[in-house]
């Protein structure tokens, strides 16, 4: 429980309420000579960094700890190996370490998706800074309306369930079942998870801070390090939404299954767009620009967009995310011979609820998974099916589900270069001893 507001904190908050509702709201921010330091610096650290070696380099954001430089580890939390499997600067959730969970994933296991490094960032001086011609008075990125923390939590919160998942989960089966090329993370299905997340509509602080009726485009920043990819500074990681899906159910989420944000999962607070593909729900925001007009980044335009010969030319627009199913197994699991098996696993859409699982331990014998009844409707479905395995030996195991719209799980996912959204059968070796 936070304690009572004192008189002149209630006084404060209803002075600045007044400014939000009508479009007026200023706080003391980063002042125009200290943000051309900060950008001379900045050009400076690049350019060294760059004539050694033309990859991704990191720098503190603002905000960081400082006693966290650029030398800490990609990664806050813990990575046993029971848990995760490493990927450059990511970590993709075992699959059999949710065997007995419950709805959601525990913090402890949640999938890692990072661009450079997790930022290790000050609650007290973060801030979250609205600017644009989206907002009435077109406040600027040097004078924009700002809420604290403690300005969030004051507002009214919400808690839900919802997915996120990385829009190359699944990538390296464009490999390694169909011999596509596929560049990029080569993620299994573990690059997923559901959580129970809490905080405020981000469609309430775009009213608080002043949204016009001409508002076209949110985009949202986030204050891990620029990426520079191939010796480009793409700049921070930044994909704008359409306002009408951030008036819809995007959350300002500073909680995660009842506690803080952890450093990984975006402290002090991140987007949550439920349904679309991950990059969209920005961890770290900090700046949030909205526009009267459409907005582009490097992240609706070379990346996240669907290319090759099946896609139109300039590339297809990424949102939503595919059908999936898994298995709670480790790949090619020991299962033992002459007793009959529960096979658990989940499957999820992007477009909705699941309505019906199918799984096959063999040659297309395709029967229904019992669905787990407590999941219906939810963010994703727990699932059962039993099975005797008929002789010890190699077996693939494969599940496909369909959801409520109908969309389903194809043998084979249409390729696309950078192997997003694939939504294929996966097909689970499993060894019966």
């Known amino acids: ?3 009572p507001l004192s008189p002149d904190e209630v006084e404060h908050d209803a002075h600045r309420t007044r400014q939000w509702l009508a ?3 200023r706080c003391d921010g980063v002042s125009r000579q200290e943000l051309l330091e900060l950008g001379a610096a900045m050009a400076a650290v690049t350019a060294a960094a760059e004539e050694r070696e033309p990859v991704a380099v990191t720098r503190a954001p603002v905000g960081v700890d400082p006693g966290a430089g650029a030398a800490a580890a990609p990664i806050a939390k813990p990575l046993p190996p029971q848990l995760f499997r490493r990927l450059e600067s990511n970590a993709e959730m075992c699959w059999e370490a949710m065997a007995g969970q419950g709805h959601v994933v525990p913090n402890d296991r949640f999938f890692v998706r990072n661009h450079t490094v997790t930022p290790r960032l000050d609650a007290e001086t973060w801030r979250l800074r609205l600017f644009g011609t989206g907002l009435r008075g ?7 309306v700002e809420f604290s923390l403690s300005d969030l939590r004051r507002l009214p919160a919400e808690e839900g369930t919802a997915l996120v998942e990385c829009a190359g989960n699944g990538r390296r089966f464009f490999i390694e079942q169909q011999g596509a090329s596929a560049p990029g993370v080569a993620w299994g299905l573990g690059g997923v998870g559901v959580a129970r997340w809490r905080g405020v509509r981000l469609g309430t602080v775009l009213r608080l801070a002043g949204l016009a009726d001409a ?19 793409l700049g921070r990681v930044r994909r704008p939404l359409p306002v009408g899906k951030a008036l819809d159910d995007v959350l300002l989420a500073y909680e995660m299954n009842g506690e803080p944000l952890p450093a990984d999962h975006g402290f002090p607070v991140r987007v949550v767009v439920p349904g679309w593909i991950g990059i969209s729900s920005t961890k770290w925001v900090g700046a949030v620009e909205v526009s009267a007009t459409p907005l582009f980044s490097p992240w609706n335009t070379q990346l996240y967009r669907m290319f090759g010969p099946e896609h139109p030319d300039g590339g297809g627009v990424l949102a939503a995310q595919s059908v999936k199913s898994a298995f709670e197994l480790a790949w090619d699991a020991r299962i033992p ?34 669905l787990v ?5 939810g963010a994703w479905q727990r699932w059962t099916a ?8 190699r077996w693939t195991l494969r599940a496909r589900a369909t959801d409520v719209t109908g969309a389903g799980q194809p043998d084979t ?9 694939f939504d294929g059968v996966v097909r689970h070796p499993v060894t019966v001893a």
């Open 1 to 3: 429980m936070s304690r």
């Open 23 to 25: 479009g007026e709201a």
């Open 138 to 144: 077109a406040p600027t990125r040097q004078d924009p």
């Open 215 to 233: 508002a076209v485009d949110v985009m949202p920043e986030g204050l891990d390090p620029e990426y520079v990819t191939g010796g480009v500074n």
């Open 337 to 370: 011979a002459g007793a009959e098996v529960l096979l658990r696993g989940r499957s999820w859409s992007g477009n909705g609820p699941i309505a019906g699982v199918e799984v096959s331990t063999g040659d297309d014998d395709w029967r229904p998974a019992e």
């Open 373 to 377: 009844a407590a999941d219906r409707g």
């Open 386 to 393: 039993v099975w005797r395995p008929p002789a010890p030996g």
């Open 413 to 421: 996912a249409a390729h696309n270069d950078f192997g997003y959204l």
